[in-house]
Every structure is written in structure tokens, then in C-alpha cells.
């Protein structure tokens, strides 16, 4: 659990480092090349999972479908820094004594339809981290569009990472 916890901190920490270089007037421009998206509502939907993991470890049922998207995060970059360093502190705070089974519900069927599935703390990481690299990918797009510089290896998972890294070898 270790290594997934410190990935998941990893990540967080390249979107604060981003968002903190980032000027504020770019958070919010939406891109209809990217789905009419911005960084912000990218930033917002991250941090809404990992508030989503937090409240659910409290009695072992983290519902997704559940978030409760705050207009703030989305539309005001220091709200969604906020964000982002209350998911680093939250990610801080879990240990590996804390991996332990949940029960989980997602958005994949319809509303009178969605069931709860079996899972672990770790697991549920493991989602967040994958979820966070997806979004951060998408958020790289759009800083490239805005020329905004973007540091290497942003929104690219690490196993693509060594994948690349082992080929230049």
C-alpha cells in the first residue's frame, strides 16, 4: 500500500505544483476542441473522488455517485489548489493498517440499477490515482492549447513511464 499511496501523493502534488504556476485567468477557459472542458472542471471532478474515498472510509461505503460538484474548485484556481492540498493531506493521513474492505457505487448503470461492489482502501487508490492521471492528461491538453507549459511525465502513467524510459535505454 505504501507505493500506491505515495503515487497517489505524487500526482496530487504535480497538479498543485501546476495550479500553482498556473494564472488564474486560464482555469476556467473552456475549450470546445476538449469536450467544452476546462482545467478547473478537471481539477473539480479529481478532487470530488478523493472527497468521495475520504467520507466513505468513515463506515466502509464510498459511494461515486454521490459527489457533490462545488462551483468554486471548478471556476477559481487558488479554490481548486484548496482542493487538491486537502486530497494531498487526506492521502498524508491514510496508513496501511487503514486497507481494509469497502463496499463501492459508481455511475456505470442507471440510477434504480447501481449496486454496490466489494473493495479494498487500496484498490479504491489505486482507482483515484488512475482516475487523477486520466484527468491530468486531458488538463496537459488544454494547457498545450492555452501555451501553457506543462513539466514532463503530467497526466502520462508510470508504467508508461518506464515502458518509455526502458526503450531509450
Not at 108 to 128: G, H, K, N
Not at 130 to 149: D, M
Request: aromatic share 4%; hydrophobic share 40%; proline share 3%.
Amino acid at each position: 500500500m505504501r507505493y500506491v499511496l505515495a503515487a497517489n501523493l505524487d500526482a496530487l502534488q504535480q497538479g498543485v505544483h501546476l495550479l500553482q504556476r498556473l494564472k488564474a485567468e486560464a482555469y476556467g477557459v473552456r475549450n470546445p476542441l476538449v469536450s467544452n472542458t476546462s482545467i478547473g472542471l478537471h481539477i473539480r471532478h479529481i478532487s470530488d473522488h478523493y472527497v468521495c474515498l475520504e467520507r466513505g472510509l468513515a463506515d466502509g461505503r464510498v459511494d461515486y455517485t454521490r459527489r457533490a460538484p462545488d462551483p468554486e474548485v471548478e471556476n477559481q484556481r487558488d479554490a481548486g489548489l484548496a482542493a487538491l492540498q486537502r486530497a494531498v493531506g487526506f492521502v498524508t493521513r491514510l496508513s496501511a493498517a487503514r486497507s481494509r474492505l469497502l463496499l463501492v457505487r459508481m455511475d456505470t448503470s442507471p440510477a434504480d440499477d447501481r449496486i454496490w461492489s466489494l473493495s479494498s482502501v487500496t484498490r479504491e487508490l489505486e482507482f483515484v490515482l488512475s482516475h487523477t492521471v486520466h484527468h491530468h492528461a486531458l488538463v496537459s491538453v488544454l494547457c498545450r492549447l492555452l501555451s501553457v507549459p506543462v513539466d514532463d511525465g503530467f497526466g502520462v502513467a508510470h508504467s508508461t513511464l518506464v515502458r518509455q524510459s526502458a526503450k531509450q535505454m
